[in-house]
């Protein structure tokens, strides 16, 4: 997989080839709203965000992994404004070719692959469940009938950070899934590792915005994607989990 998609064989093709422009549509940029009850978030109030965020080297400086969690949960408000610094849409660019968008982070051609699922098992103001951010309107889509699939990812996570049984298991977790066929659609040989690289990218912004707000951030390395496919119906060759962030509030 390394060798074949880096640019180290002039016989194979890497890089922005545009393969299937012209044999089927790209997929859009925006996902089609996932079906479900709509929980707009609470309003972001920019200028009180702008106010109370430290400077950019002593957030980088304090940062952490932090595994150990607080009594009380983390609220929605506080899990609002974490989506909308980190994951929102900031705006549709459209293109003659390929339907792109921007957000607050770096990625790949402007592609924007990636989704933001949220496996809640306890935040208060909402109930314990599987929910989908929709990037563009600040809202959560509650998925019905994810309950219990919602603890299984936090367990999951629980499982890849070493706690113990007797340890307070996180709040919740946020899936990031990659829509890896619009990447594909542009770029040959290097979908997968572009959307990866994206991830990458992601966990480093959620840390920095989780620690500006005094939460609790850990990344995982392992999860399992068939959890949230199968929970919320995904077709893995349209959209498939590729990396978990974990969030709670650090215990004192
Ligand atoms: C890509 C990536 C994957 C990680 N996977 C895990 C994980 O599965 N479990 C875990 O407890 N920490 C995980 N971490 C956190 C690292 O263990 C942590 O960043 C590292 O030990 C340095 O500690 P610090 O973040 O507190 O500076 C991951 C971090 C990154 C960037």
């Known amino acids: 997989m390394h060798e074949s998609s880096r640019g180290n064989r002039d016989a194979v093709s890497v890089g922005g080839t545009y393969r299937f422009d012209g044999k089927f549509p790209s997929l859009p940029a925006r996902k089609p709203a996932m079906e479900g ?14 106010q109370s965020s430290r400077p950019l080297d002593a957030v980088q400086t304090e940062r952490l992994s932090v ?8 609220s929605l408000t506080k899990l609002g404004e974490f989506l909308w610094r980190v994951c929102r849409t900031t705006e549709h660019i459209g293109d003659k070719r390929q339907d ?24 208060d103001g909402l109930e314990s469940a599987i929910y989908h951010y929709d990037s563009h309107g600040h809202a ?3 998925l019905a ?15 890849a950070m070493g706690l113990e049984k007797d340890q307070p298991r996180p709040d919740l977790i946020i899936v990031i899934t990659s829509r890896v066929s619009r990447l594909a659609w542009k770029y040959e040989g290097m979908a997968y590792r572009a ?9 480093e912004l959620m840390y920095l915005v989780a620690t500006d707000m005094g939460l609790a951030p850990c990344a995982n390395g392992t999860g399992d994607s ?13 959209e498939t989990p590729i990396a978990e962030f974990v969030l709670g509030v650090p215990a004192a």
Do not use: W
């Open 37 to 50: 009850k709509r929980l707009p978030l609470p309003e972001v109030d920019t200028g009180k965000v702008r």
């Open 67 to 74: 595994r150990n969690y607080a009594e009380a949960p983390i």
């Open 100 to 123: 792109l968008m921007s957000r607050a982070y770096p990625a790949g051609g402007s592609i924007n692959e990636l989704e933001y699922y949220v496996a809640v098992r306890r935040c």
């Open 140 to 142: 959560l889509v509650l």
């Open 145 to 159: 009938g994810t309950e219990k699939a919602a603890e299984k990812i936090v367990d999951r996570s629980g499982m």
């Open 195 to 203: 959307s990866l690289m994206n991830a990458g990218v992601v966990f």
């Open 226 to 238: 068939r959890l949230l496919e199968e929970a919320v119906g995904l077709d893995a060759f349209e």
